[in-house]
């Protein structure tokens, strides 16, 4: 509890008086007012960045469209005279050999095998170490299997060939997978394993066969609709050129 006093307070001992000056109140500055904006400035403004939009949006459509029509249907390309490979270009028209045995060492080189049935375009092309590597194990010259190859389908392009991937279209024994009467195989490279097998066990060694001139007329008889003369003058004009050509790369 406080004590009031009981003495007055003089005039003296007053802490303040009322005879002081006074000192005058200063204004707070207002804050700046800020300019007004054309509406009808941001209007069109805002008009024409919705119309930059609309027409980035009708490019990118125009644009997407024609690369989306360019991937799923690409230009055709069209390429004037080109012609496919003639492989008779350069073809004797006589033999230059006497004899022509099949036995005996390559005389031309995988390399070459596959240079000639690439530009021919066989479904075999890329075969040509196969082809070769076989000749070497059965000791037959790979330039006669591949004059036989070019002669019975142009490198597997024609006839039966095309399905029973057959060097030399052999007829099919019972048991045997077959297609149309002739012995179809798993892969080109089983084909040309079983045509040199045939051709040095049978026709070589137990019949005694080792030319051109007497394996074609049993191999491909007249009597199966086959042109004997034109078979075996074919395989003699195709090696006597392979035999050329690779001399000539040598």
């Known amino acids: ?34 300019p ?18 609309l ?8 644009v997407g469209s024609n690369v989306l029509s360019f991937l799923t ?19 004797g028209t006589k033999p230059v050999s006497r004899t022509y045995k ?38 037959i010259d790979p330039a006669y299997a591949l004059a036989f190859f070019w002669h019975e389908s142009h490198f597997g392009q024609l006839g039966v060939a095309q399905t029973t991937l057959s060097l030399g279209n052999i007829r099919s024994r019972e048991g045997e997978p077959e297609y149309n009467g002739y012995r179809r195989y798993a892969s080109w490279e089983e084909g040309f394993k079983d045509w040199y097998r045939l051709i040095a066990l049978t026709y070589v060694d137990q019949w005694g066969l080792t030319t051109v001139d007497k394996i074609i007329p049993v191999y491909a008889p007249q009597e199966d609709n086959n042109d004997e003369s034109t078979y075996i003058l074919t395989v003699k004009l195709f090696v006597d050129k392979w035999r050329t050509e690779m001399k000539q790369q040598q």
Request: proline share 12%; glycine share 8%.
């Open 1 to 34: 509890m406080h004590d009031f006093p009981t003495t007055p307070v003089q005039p003296d001992q007053r802490q303040w008086s009322y005879n002081h000056p006074v000192v005058p109140m200063t204004p707070t500055p207002l804050p700046p007012r800020k």
């Open 36 to 53: 007004r904006h054309n509406s009808c400035l941001y209007s069109i403004l805002g008009a024409g960045g919705c119309l930059l939009v």
């Open 55 to 62: 027409v980035c949006i009708f490019v990118s459509v125009l």
């Open 73 to 91: 249907h690409p230009p055709t390309v069209q390429f004037e005279n080109i012609q496919p490979f003639d492989e008779t270009n350069g073809l």
């Open 102 to 139: 099949v036995m005996g060492k390559p005389t031309i080189t995988a390399a070459y095998i596959d240079t000639v049935l690439a530009r021919n375009n066989s479904p075999a092309q890329g075969k040509g170490n196969t082809l070769y590597k076989y000749g070497v194990q059965y000791g």
